[in-house]
């Protein structure tokens, strides 16, 4: 299906190959790129002059961004009110471990219950857009959930694939939304083979993480909210528990783009971006510390934090090129790290983060601890979801 950009805000003008950067239509559905058969990325015509007056103040979620997202017209748009998710600041935590400055978006405050919903709510809009009767994605939890939501929104047909192990809220939440729900042994790489099979003649579109473009572009709406908040500044460096990583090169890409607007003062430094993995399933630090070519052999096994279960990520290159970019790096952090890192947060700052939420934070400790993170730096967490949905995995933890 063809579409017409005429009187759209969205300065939407093209795909590009995120690998060799050939060019493909934005006005007609696409999926990975052709050429290297890798992720697509869109680009926008910044060339003439945009201010930040274009946010619509009056919208407080992620569609207040408009002209710089890919909807080319509202009729299209499929939306629960995500996004401007809170900035807590830490202060017990930032007190506790002598930080000058400890702040945490809590994505777990989002429609569906984490950040998925951003990705997931453009990703639907989008398909909708273009004509989709119907939606397939593999999950490790969440990203189904918020596809399930958004397709029973929109009027689609979602099917959803996850690991058998999954806690049972997740699932449920998938049966009550109307998607047809298919549980593999294994993990989210064996649910996409699965995936791959069932939808070998291309009926249904699918939302696997970077398969198609439009979920970078909701995830990337992080970006811009985290410099709105901070009234245009960024902070020294920026945690993110990367799975399939969409959000990590989203953010990025956002950071980038208001570089070039001049949304930012050109004195503003972009931060140093951290990918925290889970030590059970770490195929991105095992390329970055050089023990492996790539993520393509990697082997997993599960972990607390479902989302983190990720062993062979599409988007390896590109968070490598944001950590090489940002001079950032990555960490590992156990299933044990984890829950201490909720127990952190849930007793000094009431939040009850999903376990990548405690990931992050003990990530920070870790690189604290280290020197390669300092204390006079300004730090930002990312809870990517809420721990309701975790209860079944950490139930009667709360005291180690």
């Given at each position: 299906?063809?579409?017409?950009?005429?009187?759209?805000?969205?300065?939407?003008?093209t795909?590009?190959?995120?690998?060799?950067?050939?060019?493909?239509?934005?006005?007609?559905?696409?999926?990975?790129?052709?050429?290297?058969s890798?992720?697509?990325?869109?680009?926008?015509?910044?060339?003439?002059?945009l201010?930040?007056?274009?946010?619509d103040?009056?919208d407080?979620?992620?569609?207040?961004?408009?002209?710089?997202?890919?909807?080319?017209?509202?009729?299209?748009?499929?939306?629960?009110?995500?996004?401007?998710?809170?900035?807590?600041?830490l202060?017990?935590?930032?007190?506790?471990?002598?930080?000058?400055?400890?702040?945490?978006k809590?994505?777990?405050?989002?429609?569906?219950?984490s950040?998925?919903?951003?990705?997931l709510?453009?990703a639907i809009?989008?398909?909708k857009?273009?004509?989709?009767?119907?939606?397939?994605?593999?999950?490790?939890?969440?990203?189904g959930?918020?596809m399930?939501?958004y397709c029973?929104?929109?009027?689609?047909?979602?099917?959803?694939?996850?690991?058998?192990?999954?806690?049972?809220?997740?699932?449920?939440e998938?049966?009550?939304?109307?998607a047809?729900?298919?549980l593999?042994?294994?993990l989210?790489?064996?649910?996409?083979?699965?995936?791959?099979?069932?939808?070998?003649?291309?009926?249904?579109?699918?939302?696997?993480?970077?398969?198609?473009?439009?979920?970078l572009?909701?995830?990337?709406?992080?970006?811009y909210?985290?410099?709105?908040?901070?009234?245009?500044?960024?902070?020294?460096?920026?945690?993110?528990p990367?799975g399939?990583g969409?959000?990590?090169?989203?953010?990025w890409?956002?950071?980038?783009?208001?570089?070039q607007?001049?949304?930012?003062?050109?004195?503003?430094?972009?931060?140093?971006?951290?990918?925290?993995?889970a030590?059970?399933c770490?195929p991105?630090?095992?390329?970055?510390e050089?023990?492996?070519?790539?993520?393509?052999?990697?082997?997993?096994?599960?972990?607390?934090?479902?989302?983190?279960?990720?062993?062979?990520?599409?988007?390896e290159s590109m968070?490598?090129?944001?950590?090489?970019?940002?001079?950032?790096?990555v960490v590992?952090?156990?299933?044990?790290?984890?829950m201490?890192?909720?127990?952190?947060?849930?007793?000094?700052e009431?939040?009850?983060?999903?376990?990548e939420?405690?990931?992050?934070?003990?990530?920070a400790?870790?690189?604290?601890?280290?020197?390669?993170?300092?204390?006079?730096?300004?730090?930002l967490?990312?809870?990517t979801?809420?721990?309701q949905?975790?209860m079944?995995?950490?139930?009667?933890?709360a005291?180690?």
């Amino acid at each position: 299906m063809n579409l017409v950009a005429s009187e759209s805000i969205s300065r939407l003008a093209t795909l590009h190959c995120s690998a060799c950067g050939t060019s493909y239509s934005a006005f007609e559905l696409q999926r990975v790129s052709a050429c290297c058969s890798l992720p697509l990325v869109a680009g926008y015509d910044l060339h003439e002059p945009l201010s930040r007056d274009v946010i619509d103040q009056a919208d407080s979620s992620m569609w207040r961004y408009g002209a710089l997202l890919p909807l080319l017209h509202e009729k299209n748009k499929v939306t629960l009110g995500e996004g401007m998710t809170p900035m807590l600041h830490l202060p017990r935590l930032a007190a506790r471990h002598e930080l000058s400055s400890l702040l945490l978006k809590d994505e777990g405050q989002n429609p569906t219950g984490s950040f998925k919903a951003r990705g997931l709510g453009m990703a639907i809009s989008k398909a909708k857009e273009l004509g989709v009767d119907g939606c397939i994605i593999p999950t490790a939890g969440n990203a189904g959930v918020a596809m399930a939501a958004y397709c029973a929104r929109a009027g689609l047909k979602a099917v959803v694939v996850m690991p058998r192990h999954t806690p049972q809220a997740f699932k449920e939440e998938c049966y009550w939304y109307g998607a047809e729900v298919e549980l593999v042994d294994g993990l989210i790489s064996d649910c996409g083979a699965r995936v791959r099979q069932r939808n070998a003649n291309g009926a249904l579109l699918d939302i696997s993480t970077l398969k198609e473009p439009y979920r970078l572009e909701g995830k990337k709406t992080m970006g811009y909210e985290i410099a709105e908040q901070l009234n245009w500044t960024l902070p020294d460096v920026l945690l993110y528990p990367a799975g399939g990583g969409t959000g990590l090169i989203g953010i990025w890409k956002a950071f980038q783009e208001m570089k070039q607007l001049g949304w930012l003062a050109p004195d503003v430094k972009l931060p140093r971006m951290v990918a925290v993995q889970a030590e059970n399933c770490c195929p991105l630090l095992e390329t970055y510390e050089g023990r492996q070519a790539n993520c393509h052999s990697y082997q997993g096994s599960a972990t607390l934090a479902n989302g983190l279960a990720v062993p062979h990520p599409l988007g390896e290159s590109m968070m490598l090129r944001v950590l090489r970019e940002s001079r950032g790096t990555v960490v590992g952090v156990s299933d044990e790290d984890m829950m201490a890192g909720m127990r952190d947060l849930g007793k000094d700052e009431g939040l009850f983060v999903a376990p990548e939420g405690g990931a992050v934070w003990m990530a920070a400790r870790h690189l604290l601890a280290t020197g390669w993170l300092h204390r006079d730096e300004s730090v930002l967490l990312l809870n990517t979801g809420s721990g309701q949905k975790y209860m079944e995995n950490v139930a009667g933890r709360a005291n180690g």
